[in-house]
């Protein structure tokens, strides 16, 4: 991939896991509803999340301008992302409505497997740019 490829990719991420984070961390009410709906509301530990999901967001956000940056960090979005969907499967059949629990699995196994894939390209040379920025 291109740097520019790169930066439009990672930049696009980092947007999702920075709204993601946003959303829980100032309304983890609804969040919860939305999103999260597996048993009794927990705010902390919803915004426990928004933290995690900042974090995985800004890292992205770093890694689209430093390709220093790209592999470790899509190598951490893909071992959380994997955790994540274990947490997700383990846990299917407790979502109210019942569809939240297998579309997010299914969500969270394609996100692990799209970060895995960026990682191994990135790991391997990915970008025809490695110039520092």
Same mark, same amino acid.
């Given at each position: 991939?291109?740097?520019?490829?790169?930066? @439009?990719?990672?930049?696009?991420?980092?947007? *999702?896991?920075?709204?993601?984070?946003?959303?829980?961390?100032?309304?983890?009410?609804?969040?919860?509803?939305? *999103?999260?709906?597996?048993?009794?509301? $927990?705010?902390? /530990? *919803?915004?426990?999340?928004?933290?995690?999901?900042?974090?995985?967001?800004? &890292?992205? !956000?770093?890694?689209?301008?430093?390709?220093?940056?790209?592999?470790?960090?899509?190598? !951490?979005?893909?071992?959380? $992302? &994997?955790?994540?969907?274990?947490?997700?499967?383990?846990? @299917?059949?407790?979502?109210?409505?019942?569809?939240?629990?297998?579309?997010?699995?299914?969500?969270? *196994?394609?996100?692990?497997? !799209?970060?895995?894939?960026?990682? !191994? /390209?990135?790991?391997? &040379? &990915?970008?025809?740019?490695?110039?520092?920025?």
């Amino acid at each position: 991939m291109t740097r520019r490829s790169w930066r @439009i990719v990672l930049s696009g991420l980092a947007i *999702v896991y920075l709204a993601l984070g946003g959303w829980a961390a100032v309304d983890a009410s609804s969040f919860g509803t939305v *999103v999260a709906p597996f048993g009794a509301a $927990n705010p902390h /530990l *919803v915004r426990d999340f928004a933290a995690c999901a900042a974090t995985f967001g800004l &890292g992205l !956000l770093i890694a689209s301008r430093r390709y220093t940056w790209r592999t470790p960090a899509l190598t !951490l979005a893909a071992i959380w $992302n &994997g955790a994540h969907a274990v947490i997700h499967i383990v846990d @299917i059949t407790e979502a109210h409505p019942f569809f939240v629990g297998p579309l997010e699995a299914a969500l969270l *196994v394609f996100a692990s497997a !799209l970060f895995t894939t960026l990682a !191994l /390209l990135s790991a391997r &040379g &990915g970008s025809r740019d490695h110039r520092p920025q």
